[in-house]
């Protein structure tokens, strides 16, 4: 007799798939082949056991401690951040310090906008990419050491090498380089208090340092306290001019007399390739330097500079400032503010507490 199967394509009837749905809602029985250890059909050697609290608490010092443990990479235990990979904040940072020379914790807080970056700036320092020079008023300050030099090179995040300072630090350009470095992370933050001023937002692209105008000017020949030579000069200029029309020098280098040109503190590159050129005043100067300053922008350089920003930290200089414009007949293009810290308030203190 033959067996007849179940035609598989022939529907349920209403009463078979009630019964059916029954049995599947019907409690599972247990799957006893699997145990604490992960699942026992796999190979013994493939099953991870996991670790108690107390165990993974032993590694943990076993590995700050230097020693070595199975399945894990040995730690250096003189080493706290161990850090091993530059993310773009980083570069961001070490390239602003390549620009403006050193700067504060806070300053560089400021930078990346968040409240403190203290610990990333001591894991670079670990890493050997950032150093603490010694300066006079004891406080703490980041500096390039010549590996992160030679990495922003390499990247192409940088042109020129800058050049080390030393280990201390000097009192008399201290106080104002901070200023710099203040002022252009603020210039560069999200809520630039100075917008009415600059115009658009601003990028450390085209923020212009005292560093980078040093050898523009260098390259067109003109001598500072005496250190460059006609061979650095000519290397600089092949150097500077192959960056194209975005840079400063392209933009002064028509003038006829270089000399005359008074170097600001920063500058801003437009996209239209205009100039707003920053000075940072800490102290008031004399009558005739501040005389001679305004004449030097408002007679060489107006058809070029769109604007020139004085950040006075005192009424005093503000007020001089004011009454050398009238002296010397200089325009509305001459505009003066006050020095703002990261809150977008005056600050009249220190410049190492902005």
């Not at 399945?71 to 850090?83: C, L, Q």
């Not at 050049?163 to 203040?182: D, M, R, W």
Request: with cysteine; glycine share 4%.
């Amino acid at each position: 007799m033959a067996h007849l199967m179940e035609n598989p394509f022939i529907e349920d009837t209403d009463e078979q798939a009630i019964t059916r749905t029954q049995i599947t809602e019907k409690e599972q029985p247990k799957d006893k082949t699997k145990d604490i250890r992960g699942d026992a059909s796999k190979e013994p050697w493939t099953v991870k056991t996991p670790k108690s609290e107390a165990e993974e608490r032993r590694i943990q010092r076993a590995l700050l401690n230097g020693e070595y443990v199975p399945g894990h990479k040995k730690r250096d235990p003189n080493k706290v951040y161990h850090r091993s990979v530059l993310t773009e904040k980083d570069l961001l940072l070490l390239h602003f310090l390549a620009k403006f020379d050193y700067a504060t914790t806070k300053t560089l807080s400021v930078l990346l906008d968040i409240g403190d970056c203290g610990k990333r700036l001591r894991g670079l320092r670990e890493w050997g990419y950032l150093t603490n020079p010694t300066n006079t008023l004891n406080i703490t300050i980041w500096m390039l050491t010549s590996k992160a030099i030679n990495e922003l090179h390499d990247r192409e995040v940088i042109e020129f090498k800058p050049k080390l300072h030393s280990k201390e630090i000097s009192l008399v350009p201290f106080a104002h380089t901070l200023g710099i470095a203040s002022t252009a992370a603020i210039l560069l933050s999200k809520d630039n208090p100075y917008m009415k001023a600059t115009g658009d937002a601003i990028t450390l692209e085209n923020l212009v340092g005292e560093r980078e105008l040093l050898k523009a000017m260098a390259a067109y020949g003109t001598k500072f306290e005496g250190k460059s030579t006609p061979e650095q000069n000519l290397s600089l200029a092949r150097e500077v001019k192959a960056k194209g029309d975005k840079t400063l020098v392209s933009i002064f280098s028509p003038l006829p007399d270089m000399s005359l040109f008074h170097r600001p503190d920063l500058a801003v590159i437009l996209p239209n390739n205009e100039v707003i050129a920053i000075e940072v005043e800490l102290t008031r100067k004399s009558k005739q330097d501040t005389d001679n300053i305004l004449k030097s922008y408002s007679k060489n350089y107006f058809g070029r500079i769109k604007r020139v920003l004085y950040v006075c930290r005192e009424d005093a200089t503000k007020n001089s400032i004011i009454r050398a414009k009238k002296r010397v007949g200089a325009d509305n293009r001459i505009v003066c503010a006050p020095i703002f810290n990261r809150e977008g308030k005056r600050h009249t203190g220190p410049t190492h507490r902005l």
